[in-house]
């Protein structure tokens, strides 16, 4: 990860990194997100998917998306990133004018965490899509009753899964 972190200042014309499945971790993305943070590139696509990114990894990637204005797209599904991460990130996008997506599917985000995203999309106007697809710790009940009853949020699918 160092090396690819010492290269990127040399790759001006990098618009997309594809990170996906690598083993990262928190400290991989620590790594990672200094030299992006230190570098001139503009890369406005970001997959770091599969990644074993927790929910410290998840307080970096909030840190940087705060002052991070190129950002479009940010896809960290299937990581271990739990409510504290979820609310790390929504954080970090409060401010941001630049990211319209942001992939968390089948992560280990519970109902605290949907709230803090969703409150995100709330003072967001940026934001489109946050995906929570797959995160089997969001449970029905009073705590997420707010997220279906809010005007201008619609919901493009629904499923409903009996759980045990």
Avoid at 36 to 55: C, E, F, K, T
């Amino acid at each position: 990860m160092t090396a690819l972190a010492e290269s990127l200042p040399n790759l001006p014309n990098l618009k997309s990194l594809h990170l996906n499945n690598n083993k990262l971790g928190d400290k991989g993305v620590k790594i990672l997100l200094d030299a992006l943070a230190a570098a001139p590139n503009v890369i406005p696509v970001l997959h770091l998917s599969q990644n074993r990114i927790g929910d410290a990894g998840a307080a970096d990637i909030g840190a940087f998306l705060k002052s991070n204005k190129t950002a479009v797209s940010v896809h960290l599904a299937n990581n271990d990133i739990g409510d504290a991460g979820a609310e790390a990130i929504a954080s970090g996008l409060a401010d941001n004018g630049t990211v319209e997506e942001l992939d968390l599917t089948s992560n280990s985000i519970g109902n605290q965490g949907a709230l803090a995203l969703h409150g995100l999309l709330k003072g967001n106007k940026t934001i489109q899509t946050v995906n929570l697809s797959g995160n089997k710790r969001i449970k029905g009940g009073e705590t997420v009753a707010p997220i279906a009853n809010q005007n201008g949020f619609f919901f493009p699918s629904l499923i409903f899964t009996r759980y045990a």
